[in-house]
């Protein structure tokens, strides 16, 4: 039989980097996934490495070897190195929208869990203040009698 001014335990709100990424997949469209998963790539590592590996084979080739098809001053190569820049810029932006969208959901969970600490509060200082009322009046009963 629950009481009338039961405290309720917390709800759980989880704010793991899973559950994050959970919410905001739900909420993504393609198109956001796509640009996440983009600026993701081009922001890592790997990208670095392979683009360095590519630039190095593109120069072995046309310096190197007789299918020289972009001779110095590699001007396919600058073509294609302004396309990717033009192309990356926008999809970096993209990605920023993504990490407000990801900051958006973690202070909305922020907010639910804070909104039930302040029930839970304000039902603790009720029931704190029904005790101290019992007290009061079990101690001025007690002063009575004596």
């Known amino acids: ?8 335990p917390l709800s759980f709100h989880p704010l793991s980097v899973d559950h994050v990424k959970e919410i905001n997949s739900e909420r993504a469209t393609f198109s956001e996934k796509a640009a996440d998963w983009l600026s993701d790539w ?3 590592w790997k990208f670095i490495n392979l683009t360095l590996l590519f630039f190095a084979f593109w120069f072995g080739v046309n310096t ?3 299918l020289r098809f972009d ?3 590699f001007l396919i190569l600058n073509l294609t190195i302004g396309v990717v820049s033009t192309l990356q810029t926008p999809i970096i932006m993209l990605g920023q929208k993504s990490i407000d969208r990801k900051n958006q959901i973690k202070q909305e969970i922020h907010f639910n869990k804070i909104e039930d600490l302040e ?8 029931k ?10 079990l101690v001025s009963r007690n002063e009575e009698k004596n």
């Open 1 to 8: 039989m629950k009481k009338k001014n039961e405290i309720k």
């Open 42 to 44: 081009m922001g890592s």
């Open 64 to 66: 190197l070897t007789p």
């Open 71 to 73: 001779p110095v001053p």
């Open 119 to 126: 029930k839970k509060n304000e039902l603790m200082s009720r």
């Open 128 to 137: 704190i203040d029904e005790i101290n009322k019992k007290l009061d009046s």
